[in-house]
């Protein structure tokens, strides 16, 4: 059985998760695959934030 390295990342912004994930997980972009688990939501007068972005880096090789 193979079993594969991942970690989960919140943020206010999906790219903001996304650098989170790269920084924290030491690999190169070609390495990871990235699923999206849950976009950010924007809040009151559309500012960013309300509802944070949520991220799952997988390393594939």
Request: proline share 3%; hydrophobic share 40%; glycine share 4%.
């Amino acid at each position: 059985m193979r079993y594969q390295f991942s970690i989960e990342i919140e943020a206010k912004t999906v790219e903001e998760a996304i650098k989170k994930g790269l920084k924290k997980i030491k690999l190169p972009r070609e390495e990871i695959k990235i699923e999206i688990l849950k976009e950010e939501e924007a809040g009151l007068f559309k500012m960013p934030g309300a509802q944070r972005a949520k991220i799952r880096v997988i390393k594939i090789k």
